[in-house]
């Protein structure tokens, strides 16, 4: 059974530094693109930022802030992310085994970041 577990989220003021942990089990992610999405209230998830071998590919709303990585050792994704404003508000969700569309076919459970001002 494959799992996703987010960890990492929290509340940090508007310019802080948060790192989330994306850990993964039931199967070897390595040759896989794994990446981050995020969904804020009212709002649909969107993409933020995906891994496949050394290429990194951000949404143009992290770029410059964000940073994705992987470790394969450990089978485990992060994401840290610096500079957060109030609109990085939202759900982190972990995303496994995209497709060459960016489509998942795993998702961890989410983790909370709240920005505030």
């Known amino acids: 059974q494959v799992q996703l577990v987010e960890s990492g989220g929290g509340l940090v003021q508007a310019g802080g530094s948060l790192r989330l942990s994306c850990a993964a089990s039931?199967?070897?992610?390595?040759?896989?693109?794994m990446g981050w999405f995020r969904q804020a209230p009212g709002k649909e998830r969107e993409f933020v930022a995906l891994?496949?071998?050394?290429?990194?590919i951000y949404a143009n709303s992290v770029k410059g802030r964000f940073t994705i990585s992987r470790d394969n050792a450990k089978n485990t994704v992060y994401l840290q992310m610096n500079s957060l404003k109030p609109e990085d508000t939202a759900v982190y969700y972990c995303a496994g085994a995209l497709n060459s569309d960016g489509l998942p076919a795993y998702w961890g459970q989410g983790t909370q970041v709240t920005v505030s001002s």
């Open positions: 039931g199967r070897t992610f390595s040759t896989y693109a």
């Open positions: 891994i496949r071998w050394s290429t990194t």
